[in-house]
Structure formats: structure tokens, C-alpha cells
């Protein structure tokens, strides 16, 4: 009740604005694809979405426009600062220097911080967008695109820099379908140096490694070695601070006030609540080839993510950090859905009774589809809620105000 009460303090206009933004934006999105075609992919017969790019560019143009205009965010004054104030010679120094060329090389054409931070937000979202069409043959972009705008979208006003990293992780996901990894490689180094917080997507992804070329393992033996592996990484960042503290080096220095906010507390139950719509699809998907192993690296990131949610507790800006790690959902989960409406399979759900197993029930491949969406559409919306009931004053997002109307320099 207080979440909802929590609402009402909002700005009307700027809650209405806001849904009608993820609303329009998710409506032209499902418009993008409408009636099932039969295709040949790989040799073999699919049924695939028939894609229109009028209705997607449309829903692009939507999200790219307010996040360009909007002058919404704690912290896009600081950003706007840095790019004021930033020269040739503070390449090393201050903020990753990926992010100081690319404001270096902006700022060759312009000096205006509004601008910069608009041509940030613009190729944030279009990103995101190239790696919807990539996958257009295998998710239902409307889906995905309501679970980027529910949870990811707003937070991009705030958090612009980061969001903009995540955004390349994303954008190279064709790669990593098409198992071209060294270059998925290269895309994260490339986004590591714009947000060192890509460093977590790193883990994941090296743990994704070991699971592709390690086949062998049943996913279990890899579930159990990597929470062996994440208690062992987690014991160590809460008890081995005083070690970390004494390594003398730039990075480390620069977010050594993060190490002081240390504080060992009670772990609360919301990181479980996370986990619940991607672990169940990595279990849905066990009826499936694992064709472009998306699940030994939805498994990874959930492990590594797992982790960093857990650690969060005793280190509250490792909070953020989960955003790098459960991107993975925005068209995992999708893809999931996809499996089994292309599918004629049926979910048995059975109690292992020794030797012998007893049939609990049974859906058809339909029913498991319609139920996921069902279910991933109250999840987000869930979450949604508790995330413009929360962070209204913390991220800045109240009241929202575009930038003309609310010149920040």
C-alpha cells in the first residue's frame, strides 16, 4: 500500500506522460511484427513474425525523442559538467577514458553539453534497437520492448553514461548469437572503457566461455561449481576489504569511497524476487537446442548477477552493477516465449520418486507461451511500480521537464 501511496505524489502529468511513453512505445513495437510467416533458417523450416519497419522506426523515434529532450536526472547536470570542463590532457584522469575521448571528439563539433547528452541518449536507445531487429526472426519485439521501457528506460535519464555502455553490450548481441565471441569480446572492452561497471559483464560472459566449451558438464555440475566459485568471490569481498584498500592502483583509488560504505547487514528477499522470471525460462528452455547457447549464457550472467545482488546488501552501489548483468532478460526471456509458440512441445512437469517419476500435469506448448507473457507482463509492471514509487526523488525522474523549458548549463 505505501508503494502505491508512493505514487501519488507524483507530478500527474509526468506519470501519465511516462506510461503513455511505454505504452506508445510498446504498441508500435508489437505493430512491427504481426502475422506469423513460415521461413528457412539454417536449412530448416520456421514460422517467424512478418516485420514492418515503419511501426518499429516509429517506436525508436519515441524513446529516442524524450530521452534526447528531456532534462530529467540527477546526475545529467554532473554530465554535462564533465563535458564542459574536459581537455585533451584529462584523457587518463577523472572518468574512464573511453568516455573522455568520445566527449573529446563531440566536442570537436560542439560545445553545447545539451547536445552531447542528447546524441548520448539517441544512440543509447538505437543500440538497443539494432539488437531487436538482429533478432527479429527470434523474439517478439513488442515483449522485449515493454520490458526495456518498464524497467530500463527511465533509469537511462539518470544514469546516462552507464545505460549508454549497457547499450553496446546489447547492441553486439549478434554476435554472440552467431558464436563470433573474441568480438563480443572486443565489443566489452569497448563498453568497459566507457563504464567500469561492464567489468561484471565481463565475469558473466567468461563464465558463459567455460560452459560453451566445457559442453560436456551437465548444467547442474556447472550450476553447482559456480555458486562454489560465487560464495568463494563473495566471502572475499566482504571480508577482504582491508586487502583491497591496499592495492595502489588508479581505478581502485578512484572508487575506494564506494569500499568504505561496506557494511555487513541482513539480506533481504528481493534479489530472489529477481531471480524468478529468468530462471524459469532457463529451466522452460531445457525442451530446446541450445542453438546459440543463450542458455549456458542467460545461466552465467544469473549466477554472476546472483552474486553482485547478494554483495549489494553489504555494498549498496554494487546495486547498480545488476543492471550490466540481467540485460540478458530483455530478449531472453522473449526468446523463450518465442521457443514455444514456434513449438508444438508440451511442459510435463513430474515428482521424482526414486527410480520412477510421477506425472504432476501437463500444458501444451500455447498454454506455457500464453502464461509467460501473461506473467512477464504483471512481473514488469510490478517492478515498474516499485521502481517510480522509489526512486522518484533519488533518480530525479519527478516532474518532468524537457530541456528547453529547463536549461541545465
Not at 18 to 43: D, E, M
Not at 100 to 112: A, W
Not at 333 to 358: A, I, M, Q
Amino acid at each position: 500500500m505505501e508503494t502505491i501511496k508512493e505514487l501519488f505524489n507524483f507530478e500527474k502529468k509526468t506519470l501519465l506522460l511516462y506510461v503513455a511513453i511505454i505504452v506508445l512505445a510498446t504498441v508500435f513495437a508489437c505493430l512491427s511484427q504481426t502475422k506469423p510467416l513460415k521461413k528457412i533458417i539454417n536449412g530448416e523450416v520456421s514460422v517467424c513474425r512478418k516485420f514492418k519497419i515503419i511501426p518499429f522506426a516509429l517506436s525508436f523515434f519515441v524513446l529516442a525523442f524524450f530521452a534526447a529532450t528531456t532534462a530529467n536526472g540527477v546526475d545529467r547536470p554532473v554530465y554535462g559538467n564533465m563535458f564542459i570542463d574536459i581537455t585533451w590532457g584529462d584523457i587518463g584522469n577523472g572518468q574512464e577514458p573511453g568516455y573522455n575521448v568520445l566527449m573529446l571528439i563531440v566536442k570537436i563539433f560542439t560545445k553545447d553539453p545539451a547536445v552531447f547528452c542528447a546524441l548520448v541518449q539517441i544512440a543509447t536507445v538505437a543500440f538497443m534497437y539494432k539488437s531487436f531487429y538482429d533478432l527479429r526472426d527470434d523474439i517478439y519485439i513488442g515483449f522485449a520492448v515493454f520490458i526495456y521501457t518498464s524497467q530500463y528506460y527511465v533509469q537511462s535519464y539518470n544514469l546516462m553514461r552507464m545505460y549508454f555502455a549497457l547499450s553496446i553490450l546489447f547492441a553486439g548481441f549478434k554476435l554472440l548469437k552467431g558464436g563470433k565471441y573474441f568480438r563480443y569480446f572486443i565489443v566489452l572492452l569497448i563498453a568497459t572503457l566507457l563504464h567500469y561497471s561492464t567489468i561484471f559483464a565481463m565475469a558473466g560472459f567468461l563464465l558463459g566461455m567455460i560452459y560453451v566449451k566445457v559442453k560436456d558438464w551437465s548444467l547442474g555440475v556447472h550450476t553447482v561449481c559456480s555458486v562454489a566459485l560465487a560464495c568463494a568471490i563473495c566471502f572475499f569481498m566482504l571480508y577482504g576489504v582491508d586487502f583491497i584498500k591496499r592495492i595502489n592502483f588508479p581505478i581502485i583509488k578512484k572508487y575506494l569511497i564506494y569500499l568504505e560504505e561496506i557494511n555487513i547487514n541482513s539480506i533481504g528477499w528481493m534479489w530472489l524476487f529477481r531471480l524468478i522470471p529468468i530462471a524459469g525460462v532457463i529451466y522452460l528452455a531445457k525442451n530446446f537446442k541450445d542453438e546459440y547457447n543463450f542458455r549456458r549464457f542467460a545461466l552465467s550472467f544469473l549466477i554472476v548477477n546472483t552474486l553482485i545482488n547478494i554483495l549489494s546488501y553489504s555494498v549498496p552501489v554494487l546495486g547498480r552493477a545488476t543492471r550490466m548483468l540481467s540485460f540478458i532478460y530483455i530478449v531472453y526471456y522473449p526468446y523463450v516465449t518465442e521457443l514455444y509458440r514456434k513449438s508444438g512441445v508440451s511442459e510435463k512437469f513430474d515428482l521424482n520418486c526414486g527410480e520412477d517419476r510421477v506425472k504432476v500435469f501437463s500444458m501444451g506448448a500455447n498454454q506455457v507461451y500464453y502464461i509467460l507473457i501473461v506473467f512477464g507482463i504483471l512481473y514488469n509492471l510490478y517492478l515498474a511500480l516499485l521502481y517510480f514509487s522509489g526512486y522518484r526523488l533519488s533518480d530525479g525522474i519527478d516532474n518532468f521537464r524537457f530541456i528547453w523549458e529547463n536549461y541545465l548549463w
